[in-house]
């Protein structure tokens, strides 16, 4: 018998397979025939086989993680690497909330409840949050006498607070008990338990994130995905985990939210009387509503589950820190972890960290809070210690002069820069603003040539720049670093006023080069002066230094009164030298002054490289931070 090709499933090939079979024995003779009763059970096997076949497929396609379409086959398959799938988080805002109260008021404490509803309108719809915890504040008396209640840093969470209750029976003493809402913030369940349906008491349940800590007597419950899509709540054995009993009741509370929606609330209404009518209530906004996000999808799953499988529940290598920091905050857009023997200067028993936001999120302190105590600190050896650090932004302008041939298009020149200004931002958008990417010259320009056939060439001008975001009216001292080597002279800032010996000017900063810094290497250190606008009249002939070699900048002591214009940030900005057009976001280090060109690299640590957008504002000293020259060439 001939071997059959298993390969191909479809109907017509498998029919055509069966015919070939039946082709070499002698006992059946109208499978040929469309018309026999034959064919028609040939197509019947046909049919059989090809649905057996699409069976078998979508069987083997669901029981592999990388192939798996269905979520409940994702979530099932992750649940044996040990990861649960992230839950939709509540956007989270911090206030400080200050009440005078009703003059018919007299206890000295104020309790808030975590039901009190605040509300905050974003995008048009009107979104409730409540107080993450009960929160009781003591009276006190501000300056003028008056006595008040203030509540500082008192977090509000988005979303409803809701609760779900479940009678235990013997069929049911470990649970499940599902939650029945797709969008339970899981950061947020609390459980108690009661002995039964009569019993006014309580005892709390806490969330057990893995069993290393526990026992037969341990008071806790275990959360999953369910294949439903939903959250359940399961509970111990007598082995891990203390064991309900029947009759108990068992009560979870939660908040449901909207995601991400309401993030970038800052207004809020409360709507209740906290100590009576003739009360005032200021509430000052610390942070906007942020860290709200959807279900973890698929996808995310998908990435995320093996790592966090490879790191067995624990925190000791950089890909273990990376893999479950990203699994924990949908808000993170990218991690860099580098341990204390590798910081400049090394700090020995330190691990640092740092966290890219998504775009138009922050990382609040609270979430890093959040993050350290609940995800890191109960997974990391016990020696070591975490230090956030904040990613720091190196802003990238282009001039680009771009040759092109009117013959070979019919785009208009304009229609040209836009498509250019497009590729670029695209270019950012695509494969830098985040952490660890370095941009390329030769890379960026090929793709400008690519966007019509009409350009012939481009000429590309960098700018690279370092914001100052300084403290006003205050003696500061500012340490920018380019980490590139740069051209002497091409220093510049935006206009701002400074005080120099209790006089005030308007002024800008510019480099100037010692006498052997010299071309076409243009090595060595200069000094920045601080110069008048207008008459560029030197008023600091040392205000600071400069080290081309690294764009390293040291200005001791500045005292900056306002930033003119509408920007917030002192911009300086420098010419990369000819020979560094590739921008790395490698840290850049002097390690000798006695020769010449004893500068290294060291690997990349929290630079990302973003793309100048800056409008042009020509009276403060502010260029575009992208602009586009067509010129009309024939091309030979």
Request: with cysteine.
């Given at each position: 018998?001939?071997?059959?090709?298993?390969?191909?499933?479809?109907?017509?090939?498998?029919?055509?397979?069966?015919?070939?079979?039946?082709?070499?024995?002698?006992?059946?003779?109208?499978?040929?025939?469309?018309?026999?009763?034959?064919?028609?059970?040939?197509?019947?096997?046909?049919?059989?086989?090809?649905?057996?076949?699409?069976?078998?497929?979508?069987?083997?396609?669901?029981?592999?993680?990388?192939?798996?379409?269905?979520?409940?086959?994702?979530?099932?398959?992750?649940?044996?690497?040990?990861?649960?799938?992230?839950?939709?988080?509540?956007?989270?805002?911090?206030?400080?909330?200050?009440?005078?109260?009703?003059?018919?008021?007299?206890?000295?404490?104020?309790?808030?409840?975590?039901?009190?509803?605040?509300?905050?309108?974003?995008?048009?719809?009107?979104?409730?949050?409540?107080?993450?915890?009960?929160?009781?504040?003591?009276?006190?008396?501000?300056?003028?006498?008056?006595?008040?209640?203030?509540?500082?840093?008192?977090?509000?969470?988005?979303?409803?607070?809701?609760?779900?209750?479940?009678?235990?029976?013997?069929?049911?003493?470990?649970?499940?008990?599902?939650?029945?809402?797709?969008?339970?913030?899981?950061?947020?369940?609390?459980?108690?338990?009661?002995?039964?349906?009569?019993?006014?008491?309580?005892?709390?349940?806490?969330?057990?994130?893995?069993?290393?800590?526990?026992?037969?007597?341990?008071?806790?419950?275990?959360?999953?995905?369910?294949?439903?899509?939903?959250?359940?709540?399961?509970?111990?054995?007598?082995?891990?985990?203390?064991?309900?009993?029947?009759?108990?009741?068992?009560?979870?509370?939660?908040?449901?939210?909207?995601?991400?929606?309401?993030?970038?609330?800052?207004?809020?209404?409360?709507?209740?009387?906290?100590?009576?009518?003739?009360?005032?209530?200021?509430?000052?906004?610390?942070?906007?509503?942020?860290?709200?996000?959807?279900?973890?999808?698929?996808?995310?799953?998908?990435?995320?589950?093996?790592?966090?499988?490879?790191?067995?529940?624990?925190?000791?290598?950089?890909?273990?820190?990376?893999?479950?920091?990203?699994?924990?905050?949908?808000?993170?857009?990218?991690?860099?972890?580098?341990?204390?023997?590798?910081?400049?200067?090394?700090?020995?028993?330190?691990?640092?960290?740092?966290?890219?936001?998504?775009?138009?999120?922050?990382?609040?302190?609270?979430?890093?809070?959040?993050?350290?105590?609940?995800?890191?600190?109960?997974?990391?050896?016990?020696?070591?210690?975490?230090?956030?650090?904040?990613?720091?932004?190196?802003?990238?302008?282009?001039?680009?002069?771009?040759?092109?041939?009117?013959?070979?298009?019919?785009?208009?020149?304009?229609?040209?820069?836009?498509?250019?200004?497009?590729?670029?931002?695209?270019?950012?958008?695509?494969?830098?603003?985040?952490?660890?990417?370095?941009?390329?010259?030769?890379?960026?320009?090929?793709?400008?040539?690519?966007?019509?056939?009409?350009?012939?060439?481009?000429?590309?001008?960098?700018?690279?720049?370092?914001?100052?975001?300084?403290?006003?009216?205050?003696?500061?001292?500012?340490?920018?670093?380019?980490?590139?080597?740069?051209?002497?002279?091409?220093?510049?800032?935006?206009?701002?006023?400074?005080?120099?010996?209790?006089?005030?000017?308007?002024?800008?900063?510019?480099?100037?080069?010692?006498?052997?810094?010299?071309?076409?290497?243009?090595?060595?250190?200069?000094?920045?002066?601080?110069?008048?606008?207008?008459?560029?009249?030197?008023?600091?002939?040392?205000?600071?230094?400069?080290?081309?070699?690294?764009?390293?900048?040291?200005?001791?002591?500045?005292?900056?009164?306002?930033?003119?214009?509408?920007?917030?940030?002192?911009?300086?900005?420098?010419?990369?030298?000819?020979?560094?057009?590739?921008?790395?976001?490698?840290?850049?280090?002097?390690?000798?002054?006695?020769?010449?060109?004893?500068?290294?690299?060291?690997?990349?640590?929290?630079?990302?490289?973003?793309?100048?957008?800056?409008?042009?504002?020509?009276p403060n000293n502010i260029r575009p931070g992208i602009s586009v020259t067509m010129v009309p060439r024939?091309?030979?």
């Amino acid at each position: 018998m001939a071997i059959k090709n298993v390969t191909n499933l479809d109907f017509d090939t498998i029919k055509a397979n069966l015919k070939n079979h039946l082709s070499a024995q002698s006992e059946f003779s109208d499978y040929n025939f469309e018309a026999s009763g034959l064919s028609t059970i040939v197509d019947l096997l046909a049919y059989n086989t090809h649905y057996n076949a699409v069976m078998a497929h979508l069987v083997a396609n669901e029981s592999f993680i990388d192939s798996a379409v269905k979520r409940n086959s994702v979530v099932s398959i992750a649940k044996t690497m040990g990861y649960t799938p992230r839950s939709a988080k509540s956007a989270r805002a911090t206030i400080t909330l200050t009440v005078k109260p009703d003059t018919t008021y007299t206890s000295n404490t104020l309790f808030i409840s975590k039901a009190t509803i605040f509300t905050s309108t974003v995008n048009g719809k009107a979104y409730t949050f409540t107080p993450l915890t009960d929160v009781t504040v003591t009276r006190t008396y501000d300056a003028a006498g008056l006595d008040q209640f203030v509540a500082t840093d008192m977090v509000l969470v988005e979303g409803k607070r809701t609760n779900t209750s479940m009678l235990i029976d013997a069929n049911s003493l470990q649970g499940p008990v599902v939650i029945p809402n797709d969008s339970v913030d899981t950061t947020t369940i609390t459980c108690t338990i009661k002995d039964n349906i009569n019993s006014s008491s309580t005892t709390a349940y806490s969330h057990a994130a893995n069993i290393l800590d526990v026992d037969s007597t341990s008071k806790i419950f275990y959360l999953e995905e369910s294949t439903n899509g939903r959250y359940q709540a399961s509970f111990g054995d007598d082995v891990l985990g203390k064991k309900l009993v029947a009759g108990n009741v068992v009560r979870l509370e939660y908040v449901v939210c909207a995601g991400s929606a309401p993030n970038g609330a800052k207004s809020f209404i409360n709507s209740v009387n906290f100590t009576g009518t003739s009360e005032t209530v200021t509430g000052t906004v610390s942070l906007a509503a942020s860290g709200g996000a959807l279900i973890e999808d698929i996808t995310s799953i998908r990435f995320n589950a093996p790592r966090f499988a490879a790191t067995k529940n624990r925190i000791v290598t950089k890909t273990d820190y990376e893999t479950v920091i990203k699994a924990s905050n949908a808000n993170i857009k990218a991690v860099t972890v580098w341990g204390g023997e590798d910081n400049i200067p090394p700090i020995y028993g330190k691990v640092f960290i740092s966290l890219q936001p998504q775009a138009g999120l922050v990382i609040t302190q609270a979430e890093k809070t959040t993050l350290q105590n609940d995800v890191i600190a109960i997974k990391q050896p016990i020696t070591m210690t975490t230090q956030f650090v904040d990613p720091e932004f190196t802003y990238l302008g282009m001039n680009i002069s771009a040759s092109y041939d009117a013959k070979v298009t019919t785009a208009s020149s304009a229609t040209l820069q836009a498509a250019i200004v497009a590729e670029v931002e695209s270019y950012f958008d695509g494969t830098l603003n985040t952490l660890k990417k370095n941009f390329y010259y030769s890379f960026i320009a090929n793709r400008i040539n690519n966007v019509s056939k009409s350009i012939i060439g481009n000429n590309i001008e960098l700018r690279i720049q370092k914001r100052l975001t300084p403290i006003l009216n205050s003696v500061g001292r500012y340490e920018p670093k380019f980490n590139n080597k740069i051209l002497p002279s091409s220093i510049r800032t935006n206009h701002f006023t400074a005080k120099i010996n209790n006089t005030t000017y308007t002024c800008s900063i510019k480099d100037q080069p010692a006498a052997d810094v010299i071309a076409p290497v243009y090595s060595g250190k200069g000094v920045l002066q601080l110069v008048t606008v207008g008459s560029g009249t030197v008023i600091n002939e040392v205000l600071g230094t400069i080290d081309y070699d690294t764009g390293a900048i040291d200005i001791p002591s500045l005292h900056i009164v306002s930033v003119l214009g509408s920007v917030n940030s002192v911009r300086v900005s420098a010419t990369p030298h000819e020979g560094s057009k590739d921008i790395s976001t490698d840290v850049l280090v002097r390690t000798t002054e006695e020769q010449l060109f004893a500068v290294v690299p060291q690997p990349a640590r929290n630079i990302i490289l973003t793309l100048d957008k800056s409008a042009s504002d020509i009276p403060n000293n502010i260029r575009p931070g992208i602009s586009v020259t067509m010129v009309p060439r024939v091309a030979d």
